[in-house]
């Protein structure tokens, strides 16, 4: 067996329904890994952006972008080059706050995690945190000494550096 | 402008599509487009007896002619029944078109009714996402034009498939400005058919070196009518071609080249040389596990060649050497120009006495003249019997794979049968779409008894609609081939395959107004047949083979091709 690893692919789908279904429902029934989906308008107003992280090797990830360029509301799909990445991801955390003091360490926390609070009650913070994957998962440590009442993440979203764009001919 | 309903555009742009047929069962749903339907004089409507049917009609149509075959049926249980063929004719890449009722998406008591549990409402869009090739529904009547296009040049164009229209019954019966147009929209469906030419010289240098090369012809030199290039290469390198079973027509297999179909069931010469060859080239298959059998030892000794339309195919199943995205037809005559340029006629000497070796050693044909109704006689007789372009249908089982053995195919499109899904009844329904499409041809169905109660019912519509065919029972009793695996893999423990000698097949066919005949030897064989090749109505002929019989050889689940067993 190759090797497995977290990889991105961006594809630009027909906004429309039913488009989800055609790509979630591939990845089930060809039995890839959907580590994450996350999906979102694009500049052009018809379509969407799709990015899945998959864990694949090599192989799988070939199949993965052919078999979903196949897909006729798939407009144009690749993976998005590990070196020259850039990915994102947001969470909302609600954290139990137990004393003050501690109020005051969450906090302070936050700041070094360039995170916001979003919301303050008597027993609880809510923050917000941006970042890569790792950077998010880094303070969720941190924060589970506290105790986390709730947690939402968006799951990854990416786009490759540089001028060039997952276009329509690919 | 005038205004035009949503049935009446769908219609409209049908015969815009040169449809002259229609396999399909009416039911609410769908009564508008069947209202529009009415009197038609272009378009001929043949009543299915179940959807399933219909689908593969439209599929043994589609395959017989090349051109789209259309089905059409109701909402909910009618297009449920559909799925059968509609998977069918995606696992075998055919181009079939149906056309389903919805409820409406707009009701009395509500704003939109799809996704209330409507009565006889099925989410078909959602059940056949993974079994199309594309699928949609129209929101608005001035959508139909456009989308009956593209629906047409997605199932046809590329590796074919079929697509399914979901057709809402508001959308179906509500009027406006319709233009028929010519436009498709599919910005997203790329197609790719012209080969990579740098490709090509790296398939044809390793080619040129080659000194065993053999070809393997899948179900894709069929579907790009690019069988006289194969020949032309094919003859000019020396290389014997074996097919896939879906490929079975595409090389002519009474051509001393001919090795027949390779798999679990293969031909011996074909699955013996295969695993000898030095250079494979490949062209129009996916590797399907039943063609390669264990993939460690297939074609081991041999560089790959692998020539396809389907990019995804490429890296799927089987590692390659060379892959070439294109479409056949062109590949394998610019091949043939470039290689036809480099080489000498004729070389490879040591080899063509191979194969010639190979073929008289390990052929399944028999050569005497035999008395014993045995599937083995019974299909080379059956060859001598049916001019060369007769179309033959097989249902699934030891049937099937008796005629891929002992049955020669001599053209493309004249060997119809269900090779991905393995789907039993595939192949009456076939056979009734295959003589609508060529009516002036023999068409003939070779089947088990298993198989053709599934779809037997059948024999209504041929009657009605004055289709004749053949349909041959090699009637074994039983489900033989799961019987097959019992006695050869389970000890002979059967389990739930005996049939017994229900139902009588001739008082079956007469009961339907059909023809039937019961044989019990050769002579008796030959009659029945020539008799139903005259007769202008469906003929059954039932033929009690024993029940014991195997299909050899036989590769064992797990097995590579060289480990055929058998008594050859
Ligand atoms: C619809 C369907 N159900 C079940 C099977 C599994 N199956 C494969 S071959 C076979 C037996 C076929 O029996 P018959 O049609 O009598 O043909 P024979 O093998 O005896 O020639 C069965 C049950 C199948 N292929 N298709």
């Not at chain 2, 209330?116 to 079994?131: C, L, N, S």
């Not at chain 2, 074909?270 to 390669?292: K, M, Y």
């Not at chain 2, 120009?337 to 004729?346: T, Y």
């Not at chain 2, 595939?426 to 041809?441: E, I």
Request: charged share 20%; with cysteine; glycine share 8%.
């Amino acid at each position: 067996m190759e090797h497995t690893h977290n990889r991105v692919v961006s594809a630009i789908v027909e906004n429309k329904p039913g488009v989800l279904h055609s790509v979630s429902n591939l990845f089930r029934r060809r039995n890839f890994n959907i580590e994450s989906i996350t999906v979102g308008p694009t500049e052009t107003k018809d379509l969407a952006r799709i990015t899945i992280t998959v864990n694949a090797d090599e192989k799988t990830l070939d199949q993965v972008v052919k078999q979903l360029d196949k897909l006729v509301d798939v407009v144009g799909v690749a993976e998005l080059e590990p070196d020259s990445i850039v990915t994102r991801e947001l969470a909302l955390v609600k954290v139990n706050v137990p004393s003050v003091e501690e109020r005051s360490d969450i906090i302070s926390c936050v700041q070094v995690f360039r995170g916001r609070v979003v919301d303050v009650s008597p027993e609880s913070l809510m923050v917000e945190i941006t970042g890569t994957p790792d950077k998010i998962d880094a303070f969720l440590n941190l924060m589970r000494t506290f105790g986390i009442i709730e947690l939402a993440r968006t799951g990854i979203t990416a786009l490759s550096r540089g001028a060039r764009a997952v276009s329509l001919e690919e | 402008m005038t205004k035009t309903s949503g049935a009446k555009a769908l219609i409209q742009s049908l015969k815009n599509q040169k449809v002259d047929t229609i396999f399909g069962i009416l039911g609410g749903a769908i009564l508008p487009v069947y209202d529009a339907l009415c009197g038609d004089q272009n378009i001929r409507h043949i009543i299915a007896r179940h959807e399933q049917c219909a689908a593969h009609a439209a599929e043994g149509y589609a395959r017989a002619s090349g051109r789209p075959g259309v089905c059409m049926a109701t909402s909910g249980p009618g297009a449920t029944n559909l799925v059968t063929g509609i998977a069918n004719a995606y696992m075998d890449s055919s181009p079939v078109v149906a056309l389903t009722g919805q409820v409406p998406s707009t009701g009395t008591n509500t704003s939109y009714m799809i996704g209330r549990d409507a009565f006889q409402e099925a989410d078909i869009i959602g059940i056949t996402t993974p079994i199309t090739k594309f699928n949609c529904q129209p929101r608005a009547v001035t959508e139909i034009p456009k989308m009956v296009n593209t629906a047409f040049y997605i199932a046809t164009t590329g590796r074919p498939g079929p697509v399914l229209i979901d057709l809402p019954k508001n959308i179906q019966a509500e009027t406006a400005e319709v233009e028929i147009t010519n436009q498709i929209d599919a910005r997203g469906y790329n197609l790719v058919t012209q080969p990579d030419l740098a490709q090509i010289s790296i398939a044809v240098d390793l080619l040129s070196k080659a000194e065993k090369p053999i070809i393997l012809a899948g179900g894709g030199v069929i579907i790009a009518n690019a069988s006289d290039e194969l020949v032309k290469l094919s003859d000019f390198l020396m290389a014997p071609v074996a097919t896939t079973f879906m490929g079975k027509g595409a090389f002519p297999e009474i051509h001393p080249l001919s090795l027949g179909s390779i798999g679990m069931h293969g031909n011996p010469a074909a699955n013996r040389l295969i695993s000898e060859a030095d250079v494979l080239l490949a062209v129009g298959t996916r590797f399907s596990d039943r063609a390669t059998a264990n993939l460690n030892t297939f074609a081991a000794e041999a560089k790959k060649i692998h020539i396809d339309i389907d990019p995804a195919e490429i890296g799927k199943n089987i590692d390659v050497n060379i892959a070439i995205v294109g479409d056949a037809k062109k590949t394998l005559s610019i091949i043939y120009a470039a290689v036809a340029k480099k080489l000498q006629k004729n070389r490879g000497l040591a080899w063509a006495k191979r194969v010639k070796e190979a073929k008289e050693k390990l052929s399944p044909l028999i050569q005497d003249t035999p008395k014993d109704v045995v599937p083995k006689t019974l299909l080379s007789e059956l060859r001598k019997l049916l001019p060369e372009n007769a179309i033959v249908t097989t249902e699934v089982g030891q049937n099937q794979m008796w005629s891929a053995l002992y049955f020669q195919a001599l053209k493309p499109r004249t060997f119809i049968s269900s090779g991905g899904l393995g789907t039993m009844g595939f192949g009456f329904p076939a056979a009734l779409g295959a003589k609508v499409a060529c009516p002036d041809r023999a068409v003939v169905d070779i089947a088990g008894d298993g198989s053709f109660i599934m779809t037997e019912q059948e024999l209504a519509c041929s009657i009605m609609e004055n289709i004749p065919v053949t349909v041959i029972v090699l009637n074994n009793s039983v489900l033989g081939m799961v019987a097959q695996w019992q006695r050869l893999l389970y000890g002979k423990r059967y389990m739930a395959v005996h049939l017994g000698k229900t139902p009588d097949f001739v008082k079956l066919a007469e009961a339907f107004g059909a023809q039937g005949f019961r044989v019990g030897s050769i002579p008796e064989f030959h009659n029945a047949v020539k008799q139903a090749l005259k007769s202008k109505v469906t003929t059954v002929i039932d033929v009690p083979i024993g029940s014991e019989e195997d299909v050899v050889p036989f590769v064992p689940p797990g097995c590579g091709l060289p480990q055929q067993r058998g008594d050859y």
